[in-house]
């Protein structure tokens, strides 16, 4: 006999064998044996898990020449033995006509149909159509079938299987039995695919099986077709096929979840040293970053579960709940379990919105393997971001606007360089008080790791207890925006923070970001007298010069004028330019290009030992708002603005609010 699959080899050809559908089969026994026969059936459902297989049992149980209750047939299940029954189960029975209407789909196809359903069945009771892919069949055609459904003959059935059943027409819908069939949970294709190794003679391992049904994702025809081909592959042992996990992953091409145990480790840990090494690893090996990205997305998504299921690292809380939310094996499930406990919900909920999508982004772009190496790095930066209620509650709620005020203005001058003494943007600076630790989204996770509670004396205290990449710019959070004569090393930092807050990871309006961190010179220029006759060029000079230059720069016109409406001012061995733009406008219209000329003019007019320092538009970001504030006094934007904590988090940001929602209206 010629070999036959494992999934039409075990087809069932009972109700009761069919797995997970017992919704179905229940209801449709019941109808047969009250003789409640409908004339049209919908078996709607995802692919392989028994929409066909149960209208092809219908079509038996239906024709079976065996009355229900004899003794060849005590139930409705079909008796098997028939005539009718094994000529409908080997499809040569005459009056059960199977149709693919991903072919048939026209409207003289279905003529054809509707013509000959006219006439009575050959030899059997009824004259049945299982129409598969029925959502392909167009919508004239559905109308010219629609006669025949609303009056059809006593001795038509038909049966209709889809994936799709909302593309089914309304009216074909109404007259029809519609049946929705369930993904097949993963202990009854567990169950099955071990009985079939049992009796196809195959030794297979629990992690083996367990994964099989895995890959089958809810599809038992998948499954069996996954364990078809890994039975071809499998090495022969006494005559018999032996499966194991490593032969069925490289099979698939997944890679072991035991790899994104590790990686989350190493996000735990701080490691993106790590992270970049196995994202190396895997890719080396021939993985594909999709695959990759979808796998992790999998296994983000099942440690969410397994947080929220409340499974803990030891394997505490595992029952049959978690097992069907989250349609794993048990030893996948502790897994999940154990990195789960390395991180809240909430963590846990933004690594898989990051995931998601990198996966997403990796459909469209080229430079896979760097995107997916990003979100993996997303994760280890997210990871020291702090919820903004956690840095608010910091601060003395008591409303001494005073200490509250200074706060974030002291950690500029706590970790100002001593060497050089760069003026405060603020004029109003204490830098006597004792200062907090800084409140930079990067920095403030060492002080919530290591020592959760107290605040930390300011003191230069070194921050090389745990080194961090991107932790150095955080440090120098003063609100203004230094272009160093350096590479501007801070841009991946900038890029990745307003990608977090980009995607709401923090809701912060306008945070303390920079363009450049203030990278030390190794000779620090020698203090300048504070005197405008320095370089023996006075500021206004300095600005003409400036301004002129790049004006006659190709398209810089916009930093010609930012550079012209500036407030130029030597002061302290440094140029201080006061811009009306906003800390991101900044960045953007002095662009790199702009820098380098300003720089250049600078150095030509003998200026160029001067630290030239850039400030955003203060004024303009202060006052705004004052002036919401006194648009409508006794309105709710007025009530947020008086809020003691609104006010922190606005002096802690250095925050706009720009719109008010009164939920409370809408109640
Ligand atoms: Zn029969």
Redesign the pocket.
């Known amino acids: 006999m010629a070999y036959q699959v494992l999934a039409r080899k075990y087809r069932p050809q009972r109700f009761a064998d069919v797995a997970g559908q017992d919704h179905v089969t229940v209801t449709l026994m019941n109808a047969l044996t009250q003789g409640r026969i409908a004339h049209g059936y919908i078996f709607s459902g995802h692919r392989g898990i028994g929409k066909t297989t149960i209208a092809r049992i219908l079509a ?1 149980a239906l ?4 009355t229900i209750g004899s003794e ?2 005590p139930t409705a299940e ?9 000529e409908i189960r080997s499809g040569t029975a005459v009056d059960v006509i199977e149709i693919d209407a991903a072919t048939n789909r026209g409207i003289d196809e279905i003529r054809e149909l509707r013509d000959a359903a006219r006439y009575r069945p050959a030899r059997d009771r009824y004259k049945i159509y299982i129409l598969d892919e029925a959502h392909q069949i167009t919508d004239a055609a559905f109308n010219a079938l629609l006669k025949t459904l609303e009056e059809p003959p006593d001795h038509i059935v038909f049966m209709m299987a889809t994936t799709q059943p909302e593309d089914i027409p309304q009216t074909v819908r109404s007259r029809c039995q519609h049946f929705s069939f369930h993904a097949v949970k993963l202990v009854d294709i567990l169950a099955q695919i071990r009985a079939i190794a049992d009796h196809e003679g195959v030794e297979a391992d629990d992690a083996a099986l367990a994964l099989l049904a895995e890959a089958g994702d809810g599809s038992m025809r998948d499954a069996l077709s996954i364990m078809d081909q890994a039975i071809a592959s499998a090495p022969v042992e006494d005559g018999k096929p032996r499966l194991d996990a490593a032969q069925i992953r490289e099979l698939m091409g997944t890679v072991p979840s035991a790899v994104f145990e590790r990686v989350l480790e190493a996000v735990d840990a701080n490691r993106s040293a790590d992270v970049i090494t196995i994202a190396n690893e895997l890719l080396d090996a021939g993985n594909s970053p999709a695959q990759l990205a979808r796998q992790c997305v999998r296994y983000l998504r099942n440690c969410l579960i397994a947080k929220i299921a409340g499974i803990g690292a030891d394997g505490t809380g595992l029952d049959g709940n978690t097992t069907e939310l989250l349609q794993i094996s048990s030893d996948e499930q502790r897994r999940a379990g154990r990195s789960a406990s390395l991180f809240t919900e909430e963590e846990l909920t933004r690594f898989l919105q990051v995931m998601l999508r990198t996966f997403d982004e990796l459909g469209y772009r080229q430079e896979q393997r760097f995107h997916f190496e990003l979100g993996l790095l997303k994760l280890v930066h997210l990871r020291r971001l702090l919820p903004v209620e956690e840095i608010l509650s910091r601060f003395p709620t008591s409303g001494s606007s005073g200490s509250g005020a200074e706060a974030p203005r002291t950690r500029t001058a706590a970790t100002a360089p001593q060497s050089t003494p760069r003026p405060a943007p603020v004029p109003s600076v204490a830098p006597s008080a004792p200062a907090k630790p800084a409140f930079s989204p990067f920095g403030g996770d060492s002080s919530r790791r290591v020592v959760p509670a107290p605040p930390q004396p300011a003191a230069p205290k070194p921050v090389s207890e745990t080194p961090k990449i991107v932790r150095e710019p955080a440090k120098q959070s003063a609100p203004v925006a230094v272009l160093e004569p350096e590479e501007p090393k801070g841009v991946s930092a900038l890029e990745i923070a307003t990608d977090l807050v980009g995607m709401g990871a923090i809701s912060v309006p306008d945070p303390e970001v920079y363009v450049a961190p203030a990278v030390e010179d190794p000779t620090p220029p020698p203090p300048v007298a504070p005197t405008q006759e320095s370089a023996g060029q006075s500021a206004d000079d300095l600005q003409r010069t400036v301004v002129e230059a790049l004006s006659s720069a190709k398209s810089q016109g916009s930093a010609a004028d930012a550079m012209g409406d500036a407030e130029w001012l030597i002061e302290g061995g440094e140029i201080r330019v006061q811009t009306n733009l906003s800390k991101t406008m900044l960045s953007m219209v002095i662009n790199p290009d702009a820098d380098r000329i300003i720089r250049a003019t600078l150095r030509t007019v003998g200026t160029g030992s001067l630290k030239l320092t850039l400030l955003p538009g203060a004024a303009g970001a202060s006052s705004a708002p004052k002036k919401a504030k006194a648009a409508r006094s006794g309105s709710a934007q007025a009530k947020a603005l008086d809020h003691p904590v609104v006010q922190q988090a606005q002096r802690l940001f250095n925050a706009e609010i720009r719109n008010v929602i009164d939920l409370s209206d809408n109640d």
């Open positions: 038996m024709n079976c020449r065996n060849a047939r079909p008796c098997e033995v028939c005539e009718s029954c094994t």
